[in-house]
């Protein structure tokens, strides 16, 4: 049995999104969904980090 290879047709412009996506980011995820070994969706999450507020506060939070 064989596993037949689809061509890679990953073009400039969905490398130059994910690129622009993870430059973007101090803390977060950058999920690439993948449909029929084709990329059909880039998902940015974004995260804020609170570390050093909690130093400063000495403690503190919320």
Do not use: C
């Amino acid at each position: 049995m064989s596993v037949k290879q689809q061509p890679n047709i990953v073009n400039d412009a969905i490398i130059k999104e994910i690129h622009d996506a993870v430059r973007s980011l101090t803390y977060g995820t950058v999920t690439i969904k993948i449909h029929d070994a084709r990329i059909i969706q880039i998902e940015v999450t974004e995260r804020t980090r609170f570390d050093d507020a909690w130093k400063i506060e000495e403690g503190g939070g919320i």
